[in-house]
């Protein structure tokens, strides 16, 4: 209940803006706990200590980069491609062009 009543009380978040559907509003409050998540972070972490924790995690993904793509690559089917991004694929108001397979 304590983010809860933090963000509606000291934040003023007493709403979701986009109403329209379940999904617009659950990426609003999305948003919003991660900001949430992110001010305790940074009122837990000490700044420099937060900065050297990112720069080792930068440098750790800079190098799992290239051997994860490489991986990938043996995984990968190239001659999928979906649907939508086949050459034929045409979609209009008279009329619908669709592949079949």
């Not at 979701?16 to 999904?23: G, P």
């Not at 009122?43 to 190098?63: S, T």
């Amino acid at each position: 209940e304590h983010p809860y009543g933090v963000i509606k009380r000291q934040w003023d978040f007493y709403y979701i803006m986009t109403k329209k559907t379940i999904k617009h509003a659950s990426a609003d409050v999305g948003l919003i706990f991660t900001a949430y998540n992110l001010r305790r972070i940074f009122n837990l972490i000490d700044q420099n200590l937060l900065k050297q924790y990112l720069k080792v995690l930068a440098l750790h993904f800079g190098f799992l980069t290239p051997i994860f793509n490489a991986f990938y690559g043996l995984f990968y089917f190239k001659n999928y491609q979906p649907t939508f991004l086949r050459k034929n694929f045409n979609c209009s108001l008279n009329h619908i062009y669709l592949l079949t397979d």
